[in-house]
């Protein structure tokens, strides 16, 4: 995911007849985000970083294999980006042998993709008309709602209903 410090334009909440005013800093500087959301606890793991190289993905992937280091085989579903199927991709995953399995989605087929729907709430909530003067503010809500996120889960049971959370444990 993209977090761009020019702000997502779009529609928001005022009251009748006023008017709210989002500044554009000009010189757009971007974040990048690479998340993973676990199938059975609906737990979102993250990371970011100031490229989106397959460096990006690689980190993604140490980060899980460390959360989920007493687990026999993690899966991984995954959108047809380069990064995810490159050279040092391929070299990078090697050393896992068949502890990682990757899954890759038909091209062109967001809506299969749960976390997709994470990255559409955080921009609606986070990117959206903000007012950040800096790409690392901007990040601190970037990062305190995926927190957010994380605790709303764990806090209340009729939202795992609603995420479709089932109960498998090794899915990631």
Not at 73 to 89: A, C, E, G, Q
Not at 110 to 131: C, G, M, Q, S, Y
């Amino acid at each position: 995911m993209d977090v761009h410090l020019n702000p997502k334009i779009g529609r928001d909440w005022m009251l009748k007849g006023q008017r709210r005013y989002v500044r554009t800093p000009g010189q757009n500087r971007k974040r990048f985000v690479a998340g993973a959301l676990n199938a059975a606890t609906g737990k979102l793991t993250w990371v970011d970083d100031q490229s989106k190289a397959s460096e990006l993905f690689h980190k993604l992937v140490w980060k899980l294999m460390g959360e989920y280091r007493n687990c026999r085989r993690v899966h991984l579903i995954l959108d047809n980006y380069i990064i995810h199927s490159s050279k040092k991709t391929k070299r990078f995953l090697a050393q896992f042998g068949d502890r990682l399995v990757l899954h890759f989605l038909p091209p062109y087929c967001p809506d299969d993709n749960r976390i997709e729907r994470v990255w559409l709430d955080l921009h609606a909530n986070v990117t959206r008309n903000h007012r950040c003067f800096t790409i690392e503010e901007l990040m601190i809500q970037v990062v305190a709602f995926m927190r957010a996120y994380n605790q709303r889960k764990k806090l209340n049971p009729s939202l795992k209903l609603a995420s479709g959370v089932s109960g498998s444990r090794s899915v990631v």
